[in-house]
């Protein structure tokens, strides 16, 4: 019996081999399903933006692997309860185990901004556009970024940006009008 436990293991490894590439990707899927919300959204009326966003936010939140999402859970919730010592730690472990899991880098970047680390915002923020150029709420922190270093313009361009993309973003929405008087200048 012994003797055919090296054959056993080597036939249980092809075996999981085989089946792991015959399955599709569920980055490929991931990615149709965001594709195909992110059209949704820009044609949406606004009763129906709210829940394409929803479905979009839980999409983008499922890193493939349950030990990612418990950490990515932790930082947000510490985030929540005002512990952003805490939410720096959980999403740096997050970062640093799934480098390549954009909303890791995004809830970093808002935890950093709350500390008034803006540098190390500014780069989390860019990683996460990086991996995920469409995150309209990472556009949307980018823009208010712009807004913290005075620089209204730039600032402008990223909300129009986050626009683009969802056109029934309040904030952005908000933001827009606020600074458009400064960009655009004030009508007569």
Do not use: C
Request: aromatic residues 8%.
């Amino acid at each position: 019996m012994l003797a055919n436990l090296p054959k056993l293991k080597a036939i249980v490894a092809a075996t999981a081999v085989t089946v792991t590439y015959s399955l599709p990707g569920a980055g490929a899927a991931q990615q149709l399903s965001a594709d195909a919300l992110l059209r949704d959204l820009a044609a949406a009326e606004l009763s129906e933006a709210a829940a394409i966003d929803r479905e979009l936010q839980a999409l983008w939140a499922k890193s493939g692997s349950p030990a990612m999402d418990l950490l990515l859970r932790r930082g947000a919730d510490a985030l929540e309860r005002g512990d952003l010592q805490q939410a720096a730690e959980h999403l740096t472990a997050l970062t640093d185990h799934a480098p390549d899991f954009a909303r890791g880098w995004y809830e970093r970047a808002r935890v950093y901004f709350a500390l008034g680390l803006y540098g190390p915002s500014v780069a989390d923020l860019e990683r996460a556009l990086a991996l995920n150029p469409r995150d309209y709420n990472a556009i949307y922190a980018l823009g208010a970024l712009f807004e913290q270093f005075r620089n209204p313009e730039r600032a402008y361009q990223a909300y129009q940006r986050a626009k683009a993309i969802h056109p029934h973003h309040e904030e952005v929405s908000s933001a827009l009008e606020r600074l458009a008087p400064l960009v655009e200048g004030r009508k007569l």
